[in-house]
Structure formats: structure tokens, C-alpha cells
């Protein structure tokens, strides 16, 4: 069993036609199925490109609530069932999906198991004979172990971009998961050594276009200001509301009037004079 039983054999034949496009769009000759690996990295990253920018808003607004969320979470911690159901009433409100973040990376994995079986081919390979080369990469789709100094090449170039990309999205996050993230490219690599070059450009490309993408995110995107500026969430919202009308009214120009002062008690006067 191979992996493209996992997805629809449509994805593959897609991929197949995308890259053939670039190869042929280039023109053909040295390093174009290595430019067309390239491309074809760069024609999925722009596809899932409005899904990216919507998860980021998602992850920004995520970051705002936080704070409540973490007071569900200690409110109901002896009943996990309890505050799961406040947790999704809570998302509800404030109409957040907290797996929007994930739907761009789930979206890469079929075309990353596509390209995986492409590579390995013999109709690809077949192709791509006499054109396999790009750079001081001699094969695009044979795995690297029999070359060991452009494996470490490789090798470095993936862990390098990967930690860039890794520290550069989870920056201001979570200590932990940001520790986790940072070890993940280093654990990756017991694996991608086995890979076939071309695969390992992918992985790259993707992680150079990450890089590129995360900065310019964070220009249209700034991150929220979670000591304040933000809008309250729901929950918070409807609390400061019942203690803005608890403390006092408002006139009919909108100014708040402050609440009238408790009758003075009179102090009751003896008969006798001094």
C-alpha cells in the first residue's frame, strides 16, 4: 500500500499537469524540472493564500481571548465535560474557530504526498531523463544518501529556513509549543535523509516562501494589543455593561451622571441647652 490511497488520484495527476507546465514554460534544458519544483511550491502557497490570511486573523483573535479562556479553563477544571461545552459556547459567541489556524498546513499535506509519489515514478523518472540535474543537485529524483556532502548541504539549508520560519510565526506564542516547534526541524531530519532531492527543495521552497510570507503579515497584520485597545469578548462585554449601569445613568447628551449621594442622617438635638 502506498500513500496516494490516501488521497484522490486526481491530486496527483494535477500536480503531474502543474509541473509540466513550468518544465515546459521555462523551456526545458538544465535545472527546469528543479525551477518547475520551485513554481509549482510557489502555485500552491498562492492558492491557499486567502485561507493563510484568514487564519491569521483567527490566530490574532485566539490570542485576544485568551485571557477568558484561561478563566473557563480554571473555573471548570474538575469537569472536563462541563467546560468543554462552556469552551465551544464561548467560541460561539465570539464567533472564533480555534482550528482555523491549522487549515492552511492541513491543506499542503495531500499535495506534499502527491509530489512524494510523483517523484518516485517511473514515469517521472523517465521524463525527467537527461534533464534530472539542478545545480549542484545531480538528481531530482533519486534520495541524496550516496551524496553525502550535498545532503548536508541540503540538510542545513532545510533546518536553517525551517527554525527562520518556526521563530518568526510563533513569535510572542507560547514558550513551550515554541520550544517544541524549534526541535521539530532536527527530529524531521531522521526522515527527510531518505527523501528524494526534489522533495527536499519542495520542503525548502516552502519554507523560504513561509519566511517571506510571515513578514508581510505582519506589516497588513499587526499583532493585537492584549494590554488593551482590543475589543472585549462577549462575555467580558455583557460584565462591564452591568457594572457601567450599576455604578450610574446617563443623561440624555450620553454623559454619565454620577450616582445621587445617600440622605445625611440628622442628628437628633437633646433638650438641654449648655
Keep these: 500500500m502506498t500513500l496516494i490511497a490516501i488521497i484522490p488520484e486526481s491530486v496527483l495527476n494535477v500536480l503531474e499537469d502543474v509541473l509540466t507546465f513550468w518544465h515546459d514554460a521555462i523551456g526545458g534544458g538544465e535545472n527546469s524540472w528543479g ?11 498562492i492558492l491557499i493564500l486567502p485561507l493563510t490570511f484568514k487564519s491569521v486573523k483567527s490566530m490574532q483573535k485566539l490570542q485576544v481571548l485568551q485571557p477568558e479562556m484561561k478563566k473557563i479553563q480554571e473555573r471548570y477544571k474538575d469537569d472536563r ?35 512524494f509519489e510523483l517523484l518516485r515514478s517511473d514515469s517521472f523518472k523517465a521524463d525527467i531523463q ?25 540538510i542545513v539549508l532545510y533546518v536553517a529556513t525551517q527554525l527562520i520560519a518556526t521563530m518568526i510565526t510563533s513569535i510572542g506564542g507560547d514558550k513551550t509549543q515554541q520550544r517544541i516547534m524549534i526541535a521539530l526541524p532536527f527530529v524531521f531530519v531522521i526522515f527527510i535523509v531518505n527523501f528524494e532531492a526534489g522533495l527536499i527543495l519542495y520542503w525548502v521552497t516552502t519554507n523560504v516562501w513561509t519566511i517571506g510570507q510571515q513578514l508581510v503579515v505582519r506589516k497588513l497584520y499587526p499583532r493585537p494589543d492584549l494590554n488593551g485597545g482590543s475589543a472585549a469578548p462577549a462575555g467580558a462585554a455583557a460584565l462591564s455593561d452591568g457594572k457601567k449601569s450599576a455604578a450610574g445613568s446617563s443623561d440624555g447628551n450620553g454623559t454619565a451622571k454620577a450616582p445621587p449621594p445617600s440622605p445625611r442622617k440628622k442628628k437628633k438635638r437633646s433638650g438641654r441647652r449648655r
Excluded: H
Design 81 to 115: 465535560q462541563r467546560m468543554n461545552q462552556e469552551m465551544m459556547k464561548f467560541y460561539q459567541e465570539n464567533k472564533v474557530n480555534p482550528l482555523g489556524s491549522c487549515l492552511p498546513l492541513l491543506l499542503q499535506i495531500p499535495f506534499f504526498i502527491a509530489l
Design 130 to 154: 537527461g534533464e534530472e540535474s539542478f545545480f549542484f543537485i545531480p538528481d531530482l529524483a533519486q534520495n541524496l544518501t550516496d551524496e553525502p556532502v550535498v545532503l548536508g548541504v541540503m
Design 35 to 45: 525551477w518547475a519544483i520551485i513554481l509549482l511550491t510557489f502555485t500552491i502557497r
